[in-house]
């Protein structure tokens, strides 16, 4: 038995999850996003679960090799590409498919040497982050084409609020992209979760866009359970959390009126009542800016969390009537307390603070 926060990384919940994904858009390709320790559900882990899958996402090459040398032998796709001329080799010798996203990163495959890649041309419809103007598409993949380190040359985007529903900038960018990809022969991809999930047009792109290869989504959120819209819970789309998190009661003290919790005595009690410390806290990635009142499930009930979050504890406030023990397991987010629902005590969103657990105690993985 471990008295520290751990997370319950729930295997059965993350297969669900997928076919969800998949039935909202039955004809696309897949590649899970499981980039930052598959939003800090374990990357390892959530990769040689999601064995239906056609090709995972990471940020960096770090992460991908990482996934390489585990033994996953499925394509994996670098978003952020490369930028020397050594990472590029070894994404050649690896077999890793490439992001395309600035004018260095096209320099680079023309000065490379022997092997080809994958390489996916990113192109900037309205996020203003990472890519190219759609009017450059044509020229770029004229001159990728003919680059000799090219392999196969695909197409994407990214989309900036497709999280909400009522918003015309993700009409807009749909508009943008088809200006670049109709009449494309190779792959396409544009759908990341809130788009599966929320937009019609994904469930047949190639109509949507014109182009005629295939059509790849990039689900991530969705696949931990977890709903991208704002005022929903995972469980209004068919998902279930894959991750628990949780810790145990370690103390149990009568907290009399006036007396002040914490660091800094910023909580005061406004009347008697009892005392219980978790054992969970910002390094264990329990944010610091949680308030009071957040809710924390216990014994069947919720209870409020009172006074400063530390490094390894946390308050709550039991009630007067509490029957509860040391030892106990306190759940601080999971399928009866969706982080949807914390996230905003904590002034976060869901992937701030699926992203943020620390791991101090070694996960328990469950079917």
């Not at 033994?71 to 690896?94: H, Q, S």
Request: hydrophobic share 45%; proline share 4%; aromatic share 6%.
């Amino acid at each position: 038995m471990t008295f520290g926060a751990r997370a319950l990384i729930r295997l059965g919940a993350l297969k669900q999850n997928l076919r969800v994904i998949r039935d909202a858009a039955p004809a696309a390709k897949v590649m899970a996003v499981i980039k930052a320790n598959a939003y800090g559900h374990g990357m390892q882990t959530v990769a040689g679960t999601l064995a239906g899958v056609d090709a995972f996402a990471v940020a960096r090459l770090a992460e991908a090799v990482q996934l390489h040398e585990f033994g996953i032998k499925k394509p994996i796709v670098l978003l952020a590409g490369v930028m020397t001329a050594a990472e590029l080799d070894e994404a050649k010798t690896r077999g890793f498919e490439v992001v395309v996203h600035c004018v260095e990163q096209v320099e680079l495959l023309e000065a490379a040497g022997a092997g080809k890649c994958t390489v996916w041309l990113k192109l900037d419809t309205g996020m203003n982050r990472l890519g190219f103007l759609p009017e450059d598409a044509a020229a770029l993949t004229d001159r990728l084409s003919t680059c000799a380190a090219v392999g196969e040359l695909r197409l994407m985007s990214h989309l900036s609020s497709a999280d909400e529903l009522d918003n015309s900038t993700t009409e807009d960018q749909f508009t943008r992209f088809r200006s670049a990809v109709e009449g494309f022969e190779g792959a396409v991809s544009i759908a990341n979760t809130p788009a599966t999930l929320g937009w019609s047009q994904m469930r047949d792109a190639q109509q949507t866009f014109g182009f005629e290869g295939d059509h790849w989504i990039r689900p991530g959120l969705a696949l931990y359970g977890i709903s991208p819209f704002a005022g929903g819970t995972g469980a209004d789309l068919g998902l279930s959390p894959v991750m628990q998190f949780e810790a145990r009661l370690i103390a149990i003290k009568p907290l009399r009126e006036g007396a002040r919790v914490g660091y800094r005595g910023r909580y005061q009690a406004q009347s008697d009542s009892v005392l219980g410390i978790i054992s969970a806290g910002y390094g264990d990635g329990y944010s610091r800016h949680f308030q009071t009142g957040t809710p924390v499930l216990l014994n069947g009930r919720r209870v409020s969390l009172i006074g400063n979050v530390s490094m390894d504890m946390i308050a709550v406030d039991l009630g007067n009537d509490a029957r509860d023990k040391v030892g106990d397991i306190a759940t601080l987010w999971g399928p009866d307390l969706p982080v949807e629902e914390v996230a905003p005590w904590a002034d976060a969103i869901p992937y701030d603070l699926v992203c943020g657990v620390m791991h101090r105690e070694v996960s328990e993985i469950v079917d």
